[in-house]
């Protein structure tokens, strides 16, 4: 087990680095010089170009990019991601500062969805194509066609807008800040990213527990005389929650995708905000800095997938 | 990324194989008479909402296409005079805040989303089937690097990596085309490769002389063949999944640029309160027709999930 | 008036399944009966109907209906039964055991668990600690090694024998006066088969329970069965005891079983198995279902279908669905050898 996980830990930091070269080249060939790139165009004047000489051969642009991505990469695994063009703050700062309120949003999230897509994807399952089924079905179909930011646009506009319940934008209003005021302005972005993942999961759920509740040894709980509910309960759902969590673990990057699109529209002060903001910025490092967390995190996650799924499954002999 | 745990596609491509085995050696019951083509449609047909899919997605095509005619004002033409009109008999929904007529705008932005949709997709079918098609005929280290990334890129939220990538690159169509059809690629390419097993499995088992066979023989004549159906399913659910990048991407600024209309662009202007509270008219129709768009071809890609394997369909 | 009828009585069932392309009539009018502490035996090739029938009668037939006849089990028709009156026999009363000890039991429940919940399903004041200590006993009971180590186990880390060893425990945990066993040793090794075997024997002495084994193997049967059910298209042909049956057979399809039976004492080319495969269930041919296949078949056969009816001049009752079975008591010889 332990020699598993460490020659997981051990793929995936190759992974990162392999990622790692992407971006960097990725950004060496986006238009513009790269020296030019950091300084903020709003900075750049006549008789700039000598400084650009200068600093290149100073920042060592003149090596070979290997080196150059040898020197970014050390510096960006010991924390240093450089500093935003435009608030000149060190990305890292920023980006930590934002961790904060993505997190809170993508776990409310995650857990609504589920509260949503288990009990539904149970129902729609046992009840196979009755009302329930098909109103999950319709359900799982609709919030994976209608964009999340429409959606968001109109609960703007029907509970903050005509009735008043909630507030639109923010996580908290000014000089409040308790956590009942952060609950209410947390309330629809997550409530909506919650539905968005929900659709997929359920979908799964559903499915999943069909193919479980086919298997022999659901006849068997049934001929040993146990009640539906039981052979629901103790027998097919174990099985079919045992992959659940591996999915959920693969589901979190894609949540933190409608994270960052819901960020935008309800003003949430999470990662997404600033990454959408310093893209439109052109603000290089903090895009830099913001894939290189994603990419973390997604790797992150897939190893607990693995880990997981490993560790729950009886079945599973890793060595 | 990891062959142990489970994952949300592996039995497609279980049940292409499965396809596949039953139609080439006869011994599904149900193609016997038929051709599989013939019969999906037939299948197809029979499903009622994948019908009402096709004739909404067709009509949205045709509004397209016969923009010019459908809108008689120009979808960029700037009037000051008329800035952030209510829908009248003259703008049928409104003018937006350049003054621009927005029914025009939401009927020529109906083009950029289906050529963005439509356009990526096929580009990531494409690449998708050759990359599968290499992996599975060549197998060994090429076939671990190409899965292995395949798996790798399908672990990535698409939007996250379409943002970076249209940061960098700077925002416009092309751009916002290849990066959506580089996060849509890997499911085509794991589908393609599980076929193409399938196929090389049987074809080594019955015929000894494809032997000599070359791979471009076999790919034409045999995996793309079998693998038609399962690709026209896939490449049309990337055509919605798309067409929302695409509204997401331009939303936030960062695909299609004013003053071209797009649905996704248009919705960006709903981000001001007294818009969203007071200008329905400027955020609600760009917004129903991407979700009237992507639920159809959604509904069609379900029905043809269905018509091409019905053993996958799940409510039958 | 509960005593003078069988334990177990099966008439005229009818189990038919809808699919795309008609109606498949898996059982077609099998009647049949199971006396106390009796083992029977019902055999025939795939799709005869002999496995659907054995899940009939705990209704677990899931996707087929039950479209005609009686299940009666001590005078009670268990296909009126509410679903909690059949829940109470199911695993108390009836108990079964399956084919394949591999899928059967729960992949993430430990074996001991799922003994403990066959316990304390119809026993709810049995404690935790009680069921367990049973459960061990059962374990050992069956010839399980370190039952007290095993019962902690999970079904992966029992080879197959193993698995279908504690099926058996499972299944003879409440005492049941009808166990049914269903293809109990298909699935495994052949050394394994004879083992398991001979555990069912035990676990039949044990329990004194009647045993229905359903088997397409005619070795399992004359070993292990008391009398046989010979099953072909959904239903019975012929039945009797296993000596009658298997030494004067009155049926061309028994015949026809018998003789595709590898022997000792007979060379392999000598084994002749059976011309034809069984009919399409969705379109039966008219008359006797066996007559495409059947070496005596003439018009009648092909147009009129037979009954079940008794044959012979034993004691043991003997009954066939053949028109022409005293053809086959003239030949005993030269069929049966």
């Not at chain 1, 409608?258 to 603000?283: I, N």
């Not at chain 2, 190409?146 to 890129?153: N, S």
């Not at chain 3, 005619?218 to 072909?232: I, Q, T, W």
Request: with cysteine; aromatic share 6%.
């Amino acid at each position: 087990m332990t020699a598993f996980v460490v020659r997981r830990i051990l793929v995936n930091i190759v992974v990162f680095i392999l990622i790692g070269i992407g971006v960097f080249l990725l950004v060496r060939a986006a238009p513009g010089d790269p020296v030019r790139m950091m300084i903020p165009p709003a900075d750049l004047q006549e008789g700039s170009e000598a400084f650009i000489e200068s600093r290149r051969a100073e920042l060592g642009l003149d090596d070979p990019v290997l080196v150059q991505y040898g020197r970014w990469f050390l510096d960006a695994v010991t924390g240093d991601l450089g500093s935003s063009f435009i608030s000149r703050a060190p990305v890292s700062e920023l980006l930590i500062e934002r961790l904060g309120p993505t997190v809170l949003l993508m776990s409310t999230a995650l857990a609504i969805s589920l509260l949503i897509a288990i009990p539904l994807g149970i129902v729609a399952a046992v009840r196979r194509n009755t009302g329930v089924d098909y109103a999950a079905a319709a359900l799982s179909l609709g919030v994976i066609s209608v964009p999340s930011f429409f959606l968001g646009i109109v609960a703007i506009y029907i509970f903050s807008l005509q009735l008043g319940w909630l507030p639109s934008a923010g996580m908290s209003s000014p000089g409040d800040g308790t956590g009942g005021d952060i609950l209410r302005h947390l309330i629809m972005p997550a409530a909506i990213l919650g539905l968005a993942s929900a659709g997929p999961l359920t979908r799964y759920v559903r499915g999943s527990l069909i193919d479980e509740l086919s298997a022999d040894y659901v006849r068997t709980a049934e001929a040993k005389g146990a009640a539906p509910g039981r052979v629901v309960a103790r027998h097919a759902l174990r099985n079919s929650l045992i992959p659940l969590i591996t999915i959920v673990m693969i589901n979190i990057p894609q949540m933190l995708a409608g994270a960052v699109v819901l960020e935008q529209v309800f003003a949430w002060p999470g990662m997404g905000q600033l990454a959408v903001r310093a893209v439109s910025q052109q603000d290089y490092p903090v895009i830099v800095g913001f894939a290189l967390y994603v990419a973390a995190l997604v790797l992150i996650c897939n190893l607990l997938a693995d880990i997981a799924y490993a560790v729950v499954d009886p079945r599973v002999k890793v060595t | 990324m990891s062959d142990l745990r489970p994952s949300l596609d592996t039995p497609e491509v279980a049940a292409a194989e499965e396809v596949v085995a039953a139609e080439t050696t006869g011994t599904a019951p149900r193609s016997r008479r038929r051709s599989p083509a013939a019969m999906a449609v037939r299948r197809f047909r029979r499903n009622k909402i994948a019908v009402f899919g096709a004739v909404v997605l067709l009509l949205i095509v045709l509004l397209a296409v016969f923009a010019p005619l459908i809108a008689q004002q120009s979808p960029t033409a700037v009037d000051l005079g008329e800035i952030r009109q209510p829908p009248s008999s003259e703008h049928w929904l409104g003018t937006d805040a350049s003054g621009r007529d927005v029914f025009a705008r939401v009927v020529y932005a109906a083009r950029v989303s289906l050529l963005v949709g439509i356009v990526a997709a096929l580009l990531a079918v494409l690449f998708g089937t050759i990359v599968g098609a290499v992996a599975g005929l060549f197998g060994g280290w090429l076939d671990t690097v190409l899965m292995r990334t395949a798996d790798m890129m399908l672990s990535f939220p698409p939007i996250v990596i379409i943002i970076v990538l249209a940061g960098i690159l700077g925002p416009s169509i092309p751009i916002l085309i290849l990066s959506i059809a580089v996060t849509t690629w890997p499911t085509t390419a794991r589908l393609v490769r599980g076929v193409t097993l399938a196929v090389r499995e049987r074809e080594y088992l019955h015929a000894a002389r494809v032997a000599g066979a070359s791979r471009g023989w076999l790919l034409r004549k045999h995996i793309v063949p079998a693998a038609m159906g399962q690709i026209v399913v896939v490449g049309t659910i990337a055509v919605a999944g798309a067409i929302l990048s695409e509204a997401v991407l331009s939303f936030l600024g960062l695909g299609v640029q004013p003053p071209q209309a797009s649905w996704g662009n248009m919705l960006n202007d709903a981000q001001s309160l007294t818009v969203i509270q007071s200008m329905p008219w400027l955020w609600l129709p760009p917004g129903l027709a991407i979700a009237a768009t992507v639920l159809s071809v959604n509904f069609v890609g379900d029905g043809l999930r269905d018509a091409v394997d019905p053993r996958q369909s799940g409510r039958s | 008036m509960e005593n003078t009828e069988p334990l177990l009585v099966i008439d005229e069932l009818a189990v038919e399944f809808r699919t795309d392309e008609g109606v498949v009539k898996a059982v077609d009018g099998a009647s049949f009966t199971i006396d106390r502490g009796e083992i029977v035996g019902v055999v025939g090739e795939s799709g005869s109907g002999k496995s659907v029938t054995a899940m009939s009668i705990l209704g677990l037939v899931k996707s087929g209906r039950r479209a005609g006849g009686t299940i009666r089990f001590r005078g009670r028709d268990l296909g009126e039964l509410a679903g909690k009156e059949l829940r109470t026999i199911r695993g108390a009363e009836i108990a079964m055991i399956f084919q394949d000890p591999m899928t059967a039991l729960n992949p993430v429940v430990t074996v001991g668990k799922q003994i403990v919940e066959a316990l304390r399903l119809h026993d709810r004041k049995l404690s935790k600690d009680a069921a367990r200590d049973r459960a061990i006993e059962l374990l050992a009971l069956v010839g399980m090694p370190d039952a007290a180590a095993r019962f902690k186990q999970y079904p992966h880390e029992f080879s197959g024998g193993m698995r279908q060893r504690a099926m058996i425990a499972m299944a003879i945990a409440n005492g049941p006066s009808l166990l049914i066993a269903d293809e109990p040793t298909t699935a495994l090794d052949v050394t394994i088969q004879a083992q398991v075997l001979d555990l069912l024997r035990v676990a039949q002495q044990e329990t004194q329970a009647a045993t229905l084994l359903i088997t397409h193997d005619l070795g399992v049967v004359a070993e292990l069965a008391d009398r046989v059910v010979v099953m072909y298209a959904g239903r019975v042909v012929e039945q009797g005891d296993v000596t009658t049956v298997f030494t004067a057979p009155r049926h061309p399809y028994t015949v026809g079983l018998l003789e595709s039976l590898p022997r000792l004492d007979r060379d392999v080319d000598e084994l002749h198995p059976i011309p034809g495969s069984p009919p399409s269930l969705l379109a039966p041919p008219p008359g006797c279902p066996f007559h495409p296949r059947c070496p005596l078949a003439r018009d009648r056969c092909r147009t009129e279908r037979p009954e079940l009816r008794v044959v012979g001049n034993g004691t043991a009752v003997h009954r066939t669905a053949c028109h022409f079975a005293e053809e086959l008591a003239a030949v005993p010889t030269e069929v049966t050898r």
